[in-house]
């Protein structure tokens, strides 16, 4: 097996596991992120630098902003925060998120050599032309099932906070 695959598939699965069983909001989002970034790797891994770059600005830069600043409304101030800055796991996760980012730069350095040093690629290889066409017509059903599924998360999240304040 690839080391690569399976390092990123560790990191994935492992911040997964922490996503979920983070007692706080915050470091679970944390862990949300060091997901994301593991499938970024895992895409670029797979020769496809576009999704990976969908996967980064659109999952962990756009939605993973979103969740951090609803989780920010949310929280009352007080001691909390001082007390989370002062937790070693935090800082622990914090530096490995770091070190497999530095990992992911790397890989995606050397996955752009490769790509860069083949001559011949496919006519449209990596156009987002071609993505649309994929989208829209062989993958349709897919993608309005994740839209609705993205409208009922929404949703019920404004439900559960309504409910809350």
Same mark, same amino acid.
């Given at each position: 097996?690839?080391f690569y695959f399976?390092l @990123?598939?560790?990191? /994935? $699965?492992g /911040?997964g #596991?922490f996503? #979920?069983?983070?007692?706080?909001? &915050?470091p679970?989002?944390?862990g949300?992120?060091?997901?994301f970034?593991?499938?970024a790797?895992?895409?670029?891994?797979?020769?496809?630098?576009?999704i990976?770059v969908?996967?980064?600005?659109i =999952?962990? !830069?756009a939605?993973?902003v979103l969740?951090?600043?609803?989780?920010?409304l949310l929280?009352?101030p007080?001691?909390?925060?001082e007390?989370a800055?002062?937790?070693i796991? =935090?800082?622990a996760?914090? %530096?490995? &998120?770091g %070190? =497999?980012?530095?990992?992911l730069? $790397?890989?995606?350095?050397a !996955?752009?050599?490769? &790509?860069?040093?083949?001559?011949?690629? +496919?006519d449209?290889?990596?156009a +987002?032309?071609?993505?649309?066409?994929? @989208? @829209?017509?062989?993958y &349709?059903l897919? @993608?309005?099932?994740?839209s609705v599924?993205?409208? $009922?998360?929404?949703v019920? /999240?404004?439900y559960?906070a309504?409910?809350?304040?």
């Open positions: 097996m690839d399976l @990123f598939a560790i990191m /994935a $699965v /911040a #596991i996503t #979920i069983t983070a007692k706080d909001a &915050l679970s989002a944390l949300l992120l060091t997901v970034i593991a499938l790797a895992l895409y670029l891994h797979l020769h496809a630098p576009l990976a969908f996967q980064v600005s =999952y962990a !830069g939605i993973l969740v951090v600043f609803v989780i920010m929280i009352t007080d001691e909390e925060l007390q800055q002062k937790n796991s =935090y800082r996760m914090g %530096a490995i &998120l %070190a =497999y980012l530095v990992a730069l $790397v890989i995606g350095l !996955g752009i050599r490769q &790509l860069v040093a083949q001559r011949s690629l +496919p449209g290889f990596g +987002p032309s071609q993505i649309g066409l994929l @989208f @829209f017509k062989q &349709l897919h @993608f309005e099932m994740a599924l993205l409208l $009922v998360a929404l019920a /999240a404004i559960l309504k409910k809350n304040v």
